[in-house]
């Protein structure tokens, strides 16, 4: 048993695996057994905590890695973990306009977004394993990496403006041709039996709810494209990119509630998040040049440009904070 444990497994020992996997688990456990065990809606100061809490628990693991495997593998872990978390940022903006087109009221958001972490984790896993194997076996996959960061970077910053097309959707057109949906929601269910409108003989219906799930996760899979060749250029050892991908996946859908509040206040956020994936594309390209470039400078970039940011949007958008306050204290002078 014992040398089971300590057999390699994508890089590291099993039990490295194992003591993640327990981790994971019992956080999902925690949050759907006992935080959440009834479809209630989630206010932004329960968020916060949420995510904070699970911050906590993704910085102690990393400091855990640290102590475990060395410093270069925490740092690689932080910095990927920023990236993730950073770029997964954009994808609430896409998970709010999915909920808003499908009229999901918030108390059944966070049953959408739990069941979506567990096709997060086997759709990670499956990406990371195979982008590991490719980089593993041809080393130039990198460059490959690096080219389709810098180019989606500058997509993102042409694009930075313009709303994806939920309507024309591919994957909606698809689920709506092939699956029977109900015209209306039926409580937190995904699935549901109801008469056939020809035979009027029961037969399985998916509610919007299931369509909703699904469009998160094909939203999850789009944007995995981007994120998972970031961080394979900064470290190609499958456990740190799996786990800081997962630590950060998890907290920020946590955050989803307090920052699917706020996102009128981050419309410069997409601009930055750009940025990132040029600078950590671009860095492929200059080992060749100066040499590889130390996971602290990443980190300490990425954050940096993020950071920017966000406080760039929070002072161009600060009139529309202050607006709605002088224009209620405006009314009342005129009603009194």
Same mark, same amino acid.
């Given at each position: 048993?014992?040398?089971?444990?300590?057999?390699?497994?994508?890089?590291?020992?099993?039990?490295?695996?194992?003591?993640?996997?327990?981790?994971?688990?019992?956080?999902?456990?925690?949050?759907?057994?006992?935080?959440?065990?009834?479809?209630?809606?989630?206010?932004?100061?329960?968020?916060?905590?949420?995510?904070?809490?699970?911050?906590?628990?993704?910085?102690?693991?990393?400091?855990?890695?640290?102590?475990?495997?060395?410093?270069?593998?925490?740092?690689?872990?932080?910095?990927?973990?920023?990236?993730?978390?950073?770029?997964?940022?954009?994808?609430?903006?896409?998970?709010?306009?999915?909920?808003?087109?499908?009229?999901?009221?918030?108390?059944?958001?966070?049953? !959408?977004?739990?069941?979506? $972490?567990?096709?997060?984790?086997? @759709? #990670? =896993?499956?990406?990371?394993? *195979?982008? %590991?194997?490719?980089?593993?076996?041809?080393?130039?996959?990198?460059?490959?990496?690096?080219?389709?960061?810098?180019?989606?970077?500058?997509?993102?910053?042409?694009?930075?403006?313009?709303?994806?097309?939920?309507?024309?959707?591919?994957?909606?057109?698809?689920?709506?041709?092939?699956?029977?949906?109900?015209?209306?929601?039926?409580?937190?269910?995904?699935?549901?039996?109801?008469?056939?409108?020809?035979?009027?003989?029961?037969?399985?219906?998916?509610?919007?709810?299931?369509?909703?799930?699904?469009?998160?996760?094909?939203?999850?899979?789009?944007?995995?494209?981007?994120?998972?060749?970031?961080?394979?250029?900064?470290?190609?050892?499958?456990?740190? !990119?799996?786990?800081?991908? $997962?630590?950060?996946?998890?907290? @920020? #859908? =946590?955050?989803?509630?307090? *920052?699917? %509040?706020?996102?009128?206040?981050?419309?410069?956020?997409?601009?930055?998040?750009?940025?990132?994936?040029?600078?950590?594309?671009?860095?492929?390209?200059?080992?060749?040049?100066?040499?590889?470039?130390?996971?602290?400078?990443?980190?300490?970039?990425?954050?940096?440009?993020?950071?920017?940011?966000?406080?760039?949007?929070?002072?161009?958008?600060?009139?529309?904070?202050?607006?709605?306050?002088?224009?209620?204290?405006?009314?009342?002078?005129?009603?009194?």
């Amino acid at each position: 048993m014992t040398e089971f444990l300590y057999t390699p497994f994508l890089g590291q020992s099993v039990w490295l695996w194992l003591v993640f996997a327990t981790v994971v688990v019992a956080l999902l456990a925690f949050d759907l057994g006992v935080l959440h065990r009834e479809d209630r809606e989630i206010g932004v100061r329960e968020s916060l905590w949420l995510s904070a809490g699970y911050i906590g628990a993704a910085s102690i693991f990393g400091g855990w890695l640290w102590w475990q495997l060395g410093a270069q593998s925490g740092i690689d872990y932080f910095t990927g973990y920023m990236i993730e978390k950073s770029l997964s940022m954009d994808n609430v903006f896409v998970i709010a306009m999915i909920f808003s087109f499908f009229a999901i009221p918030r108390q059944y958001q966070h049953r !959408v977004l739990f069941w979506g $972490i567990l096709g997060v984790i086997v @759709l #990670r =896993a499956t990406m990371i394993g *195979l982008g %590991a194997a490719l980089v593993t076996q041809f080393s130039w996959v990198l460059y490959l990496f690096g080219a389709f960061l810098i180019a989606t970077g500058i997509k993102m910053l042409w694009m930075a403006d313009h709303e994806p097309d939920l309507k024309g959707n591919i994957m909606l057109r698809f689920l709506r041709k092939h699956l029977r949906v109900t015209p209306e929601l039926h409580g937190n269910s995904f699935f549901v039996r109801s008469p056939h409108p020809v035979t009027g003989q029961p037969v399985a219906w998916v509610t919007p709810l299931f369509l909703a799930l699904c469009m998160v996760e094909f939203a999850d899979l789009i944007f995995a494209v981007d994120s998972v060749p970031a961080i394979f250029a900064i470290t190609t050892d499958p456990f740190i !990119v799996y786990t800081s991908n $997962i630590f950060a996946i998890l907290g @920020l #859908r =946590a955050l989803y509630f307090a *920052l699917a %509040a706020m996102i009128h206040r981050f419309v410069y956020l997409k601009y930055a998040l750009a940025m990132v994936l040029v600078f950590i594309g671009g860095k492929i390209f200059l080992v060749n040049l100066v040499g590889k470039i130390p996971s602290v400078v990443s980190l300490g970039v990425t954050a940096g440009l993020i950071a920017g940011g966000v406080l760039v949007s929070l002072w161009k958008t600060r009139e529309t904070t202050s607006r709605p306050k002088s224009q209620s204290r405006k009314a009342a002078n005129q009603h009194g």
